[in-house]
T-cell receptor
Protein backbone atom coordinates (compact mmCIF):
# COMPACT_ATOMS: atom_id res chain seq x y z
CA UNK A 1 0.00 0.00 0.00
CA UNK A 2 0.84 3.65 -0.20
CA UNK A 3 3.48 4.81 2.25
CA UNK A 4 4.01 8.28 3.58
CA UNK A 5 7.20 8.93 5.49
CA UNK A 6 7.40 11.78 7.97
CA UNK A 7 10.57 12.94 9.66
CA UNK A 8 11.48 13.52 12.41
CA UNK A 9 9.21 11.46 14.66
CA UNK A 10 9.80 13.74 17.57
CA UNK A 11 11.73 16.90 18.21
CA UNK A 12 12.44 19.09 21.21
CA UNK A 13 13.49 22.64 20.56
CA UNK A 14 13.99 25.84 22.46
CA UNK A 15 11.55 28.69 22.26
CA UNK A 16 12.38 31.03 19.41
CA UNK A 17 14.03 28.46 17.18
CA UNK A 18 12.65 27.00 13.95
CA UNK A 19 11.86 23.39 13.20
CA UNK A 20 11.44 21.74 9.80
CA UNK A 21 9.30 18.65 9.31
CA UNK A 22 9.51 16.61 6.11
CA UNK A 23 6.78 14.56 4.52
CA UNK A 24 7.52 12.19 1.64
CA UNK A 25 5.30 9.93 -0.39
CA UNK A 26 7.45 6.89 -1.03
CA UNK A 27 5.63 4.92 -3.70
CA UNK A 28 3.22 7.32 -5.33
CA UNK A 29 3.13 10.88 -6.59
CA UNK A 30 1.22 13.06 -4.20
CA UNK A 31 -0.65 15.75 -6.07
CA UNK A 32 -1.90 17.08 -2.78
CA UNK A 33 -0.47 17.01 0.71
CA UNK A 34 -2.25 18.13 3.83
CA UNK A 35 -0.80 19.25 7.14
CA UNK A 36 -2.77 18.62 10.32
CA UNK A 37 -2.18 19.46 13.94
CA UNK A 38 -3.56 17.47 16.81
CA UNK A 39 -3.61 18.52 20.44
CA UNK A 40 -4.01 15.86 23.16
CA UNK A 41 -7.40 14.14 23.10
CA UNK A 42 -8.58 16.30 20.23
CA UNK A 43 -9.16 15.53 16.60
CA UNK A 44 -7.05 16.45 13.62
CA UNK A 45 -7.26 20.09 12.68
CA UNK A 46 -6.38 20.90 9.10
CA UNK A 47 -3.71 23.59 8.95
CA UNK A 48 -3.08 23.86 5.24
CA UNK A 49 -3.42 22.18 1.88
CA UNK A 50 -0.36 21.98 -0.28
CA UNK A 51 -0.34 21.38 -4.03
CA UNK A 52 2.89 20.71 -5.86
CA UNK A 53 4.40 23.81 -7.40
CA UNK A 54 1.90 26.26 -5.97
CA UNK A 55 1.42 28.17 -2.75
CA UNK A 56 -0.22 26.39 0.14
CA UNK A 57 -3.79 27.23 1.11
CA UNK A 58 -4.03 27.92 4.82
CA UNK A 59 -7.05 27.41 7.01
CA UNK A 60 -8.54 30.30 8.88
CA UNK A 61 -6.58 31.11 11.99
CA UNK A 62 -3.34 29.49 10.83
CA UNK A 63 -0.51 31.99 10.41
CA UNK A 64 1.15 31.45 7.04
CA UNK A 65 4.26 33.35 8.12
CA UNK A 66 4.69 31.13 11.13
CA UNK A 67 3.98 27.79 9.46
CA UNK A 68 5.88 27.81 6.20
CA UNK A 69 4.93 25.09 3.76
CA UNK A 70 6.92 24.14 0.71
CA UNK A 71 5.77 21.48 -1.77
CA UNK A 72 8.72 21.42 -4.11
CA UNK A 73 8.04 18.09 -5.78
CA UNK A 74 5.34 15.47 -6.16
CA UNK A 75 6.92 13.44 -3.38
CA UNK A 76 8.05 16.00 -0.83
CA UNK A 77 6.41 18.67 1.29
CA UNK A 78 7.97 20.44 4.24
CA UNK A 79 6.47 22.34 7.15
CA UNK A 80 8.68 24.79 8.99
CA UNK A 81 7.50 26.07 12.34
CA UNK A 82 9.27 29.40 12.67
CA UNK A 83 10.08 31.04 15.99
CA UNK A 84 8.43 28.21 17.86
CA UNK A 85 6.77 28.86 21.21
CA UNK A 86 5.53 26.43 23.88
CA UNK A 87 1.96 26.77 22.63
CA UNK A 88 3.12 25.32 19.30
CA UNK A 89 3.88 22.04 21.06
CA UNK A 90 1.64 19.52 19.37
CA UNK A 91 1.46 16.44 17.18
CA UNK A 92 1.90 17.46 13.54
CA UNK A 93 0.77 14.97 10.92
CA UNK A 94 1.12 15.16 7.19
CA UNK A 95 -1.00 13.25 4.74
CA UNK A 96 -0.84 12.71 1.04
CA UNK A 97 -2.85 11.31 -1.80
CA UNK A 98 -2.87 11.14 -5.54
CA UNK A 99 -6.01 11.96 -7.50
CA UNK A 100 -7.91 8.80 -6.65
CA UNK A 101 -6.52 7.37 -3.46
CA UNK A 102 -7.74 7.82 0.08
CA UNK A 103 -5.67 9.87 2.43
CA UNK A 104 -2.50 8.23 3.73
CA UNK A 105 -0.85 9.60 6.82
CA UNK A 106 2.72 9.93 7.90
CA UNK A 107 3.54 8.70 11.41
CA UNK A 108 3.45 12.20 12.79
CA UNK A 109 5.95 14.46 14.50
CA UNK A 110 5.63 15.24 18.17
CA UNK A 111 6.99 18.74 18.70
CA UNK A 112 7.86 19.94 22.18
CA UNK A 113 8.97 23.53 22.58
CA UNK A 114 10.68 24.33 25.87
CA UNK B 1 -20.03 25.76 7.24
CA UNK B 2 -18.63 22.35 7.98
CA UNK B 3 -20.01 20.22 10.77
CA UNK B 4 -19.21 16.59 11.48
CA UNK B 5 -20.73 15.00 14.58
CA UNK B 6 -19.90 11.73 16.23
CA UNK B 7 -20.19 10.55 19.85
CA UNK B 8 -17.27 11.46 22.06
CA UNK B 9 -16.92 8.10 23.77
CA UNK B 10 -18.38 4.62 23.62
CA UNK B 11 -17.82 1.46 25.61
CA UNK B 12 -18.36 -2.10 24.43
CA UNK B 13 -17.47 -5.62 25.50
CA UNK B 14 -14.91 -7.92 23.90
CA UNK B 15 -16.58 -10.16 21.32
CA UNK B 16 -19.58 -7.88 20.92
CA UNK B 17 -20.66 -5.56 18.09
CA UNK B 18 -20.54 -1.77 18.20
CA UNK B 19 -21.85 0.86 15.80
CA UNK B 20 -20.28 4.31 15.68
CA UNK B 21 -22.47 6.93 14.03
CA UNK B 22 -21.42 10.03 12.15
CA UNK B 23 -23.59 12.82 10.79
CA UNK B 24 -22.28 15.57 8.60
CA UNK B 25 -23.27 18.90 7.11
CA UNK B 26 -20.66 20.14 4.69
CA UNK B 27 -20.50 22.59 1.83
CA UNK B 28 -20.00 19.72 -0.57
CA UNK B 29 -19.61 15.97 -0.48
CA UNK B 30 -17.11 13.89 -2.35
CA UNK B 31 -16.78 10.86 -0.10
CA UNK B 32 -16.57 9.83 3.55
CA UNK B 33 -13.68 8.16 5.32
CA UNK B 34 -13.27 6.26 8.54
CA UNK B 35 -9.90 6.14 10.22
CA UNK B 36 -8.65 4.38 13.34
CA UNK B 37 -6.18 6.13 15.60
CA UNK B 38 -4.42 4.61 18.59
CA UNK B 39 -3.14 7.00 21.21
CA UNK B 40 0.06 8.73 20.16
CA UNK B 41 -0.04 7.30 16.65
CA UNK B 42 -1.10 8.56 13.25
CA UNK B 43 -4.51 7.57 11.87
CA UNK B 44 -4.80 4.49 9.71
CA UNK B 45 -7.29 4.14 6.88
CA UNK B 46 -10.28 1.88 7.45
CA UNK B 47 -12.86 2.64 4.77
CA UNK B 48 -14.03 5.03 2.09
CA UNK B 49 -17.66 5.41 1.00
CA UNK B 50 -18.71 7.56 -1.91
CA UNK B 51 -21.97 5.81 -2.87
CA UNK B 52 -24.91 4.91 -0.63
CA UNK B 53 -24.89 1.53 0.96
CA UNK B 54 -22.81 -0.84 3.03
CA UNK B 55 -19.16 -1.65 2.42
CA UNK B 56 -17.88 -4.69 4.27
CA UNK B 57 -14.24 -5.37 4.96
CA UNK B 58 -13.61 -8.21 7.37
CA UNK B 59 -14.79 -7.34 10.86
CA UNK B 60 -15.39 -3.72 9.87
CA UNK B 61 -18.26 -2.39 7.79
CA UNK B 62 -19.15 1.16 6.85
CA UNK B 63 -22.50 2.49 5.73
CA UNK B 64 -23.39 5.74 3.97
CA UNK B 65 -26.64 7.57 3.28
CA UNK B 66 -25.92 10.75 1.36
CA UNK B 67 -29.51 11.99 1.50
CA UNK B 68 -29.44 11.81 5.30
CA UNK B 69 -25.88 13.03 5.73
CA UNK B 70 -25.22 9.93 7.80
CA UNK B 71 -22.67 7.19 8.08
CA UNK B 72 -21.82 4.49 10.56
CA UNK B 73 -18.88 2.23 11.22
CA UNK B 74 -19.77 -1.23 12.45
CA UNK B 75 -17.18 -3.29 14.31
CA UNK B 76 -17.92 -6.97 14.88
CA UNK B 77 -16.26 -9.54 17.16
CA UNK B 78 -14.58 -6.79 19.10
CA UNK B 79 -11.03 -7.36 20.25
CA UNK B 80 -9.13 -5.54 22.97
CA UNK B 81 -6.84 -3.98 20.37
CA UNK B 82 -9.86 -2.28 18.82
CA UNK B 83 -9.68 0.18 21.70
CA UNK B 84 -8.86 3.38 19.85
CA UNK B 85 -10.34 6.57 18.50
CA UNK B 86 -12.38 6.32 15.33
CA UNK B 87 -12.42 9.36 13.11
CA UNK B 88 -15.09 10.18 10.59
CA UNK B 89 -13.88 12.49 7.80
CA UNK B 90 -15.59 14.07 4.81
CA UNK B 91 -14.05 15.13 1.52
CA UNK B 92 -15.77 18.22 0.19
CA UNK B 93 -15.99 19.43 -3.41
CA UNK B 94 -12.75 21.33 -2.98
CA UNK B 95 -11.05 18.05 -2.11
CA UNK B 96 -10.40 19.24 1.40
CA UNK B 97 -10.77 16.48 4.00
CA UNK B 98 -12.32 17.56 7.27
CA UNK B 99 -12.29 15.39 10.36
CA UNK B 100 -14.85 14.99 13.10
CA UNK B 101 -13.69 15.10 16.70
CA UNK B 102 -13.41 11.32 16.87
CA UNK B 103 -15.05 8.67 19.01
CA UNK B 104 -12.95 7.05 21.72
CA UNK B 105 -13.94 3.40 21.92
CA UNK B 106 -13.19 1.50 25.12
CA UNK B 107 -13.32 -2.29 25.01
CA UNK B 108 -13.98 -4.14 28.25
CA UNK B 109 -12.89 -7.76 28.78
Amino acid sequence: GAVVSQHPSWVICKSGTSVKIECRSLDFQATTMFWYRQFPKQSLMLMATSNEGSKATYEQGVEKDKFLINHASLTLSTLTVTSAHPEDSSFYICSARDRISPLHFGNGTRLTVT
Amino acid sequence: GQNIDQPTEMTATEGAIVQINCTYQTSGFNGLFWYQQHAGEAPTFLSYNVLDGLEEKGRFSSFLSRSKGYSYLLLKELQMEDSASYLCAVRDYGDKIIFGKGTRLHILP
